[in-house]
């Protein structure tokens, strides 16, 4: 299968502020993946941990601020890819977000996103799966182990591993 434009898994880390990123580049014809890009982004967390992914006030002291990541990936990878994700909702918010901070027009993205979530839970209802929807037990029926703290760069390789066991 080809894809007509690369497509770029991101990732983000953090509920009501991002504080990290990661993003998996994958070759429009192998899914591949052909480049990577990981960063903590700087916001107050009001001295809370996150339960999730074990990310502290402390470890975004130096963080890149959102508008200097937004460039850094803009930089890093351009506009002409398709956006992917495992629940879009969430991470094209935020993905806008550090975008537009950068000074940046988020219509040079094109508006089609690839929300893997929902393909891979249709993939595996169709195959007789009547598990949770919940991405840690789909993750584990395509074969990955179970995470600890999450991180977004691993995040996005395991939707990409599932995309590739779906795709091709």
């Given at each position: ?33 052909k480049d990577h890009f990981l960063t903590y982004i700087f916001a107050d967390l009001k001295n809370k941990i996150k339960i999730t992914s074990g990310i502290s006030q402390e470890i975004l ?108």
């Open positions: 299968m080809k894809f007509i434009k690369d497509i770029l898994i991101i990732d983000f880390e953090g509920l009501a502020e991002p504080v990290q990123i990661g993003a998996v580049l994958l070759d429009k014809e192998t899914l591949v993946e002291e130096n963080a890149p601020s959102q508008t200097e990541v937004g460039r850094m990936i803009f930089e890093k990878f351009g506009a002409d890819i398709i956006i992917g994700s495992w629940v879009a909702n969430a991470d094209i918010k935020n993905f806008k977000k550090i975008i537009e901070a950068a000074g940046l027009d988020f219509e040079l993205y094109d508006y089609h996103i690839l929300d893997i979530w929902p393909v891979a839970y249709i993939h595996l209802l169709k195959q007789g799966y009547s598990g949770s929807m919940r991405s840690e037990e789909i993750f584990k029926e395509f074969g990955a182990k179970s995470r600890g703290l999450h991180n977004a760069l691993e995040d996005c390789r395991i939707a990409a591993d599932v995309l590739r066991k779906i795709v091709l």
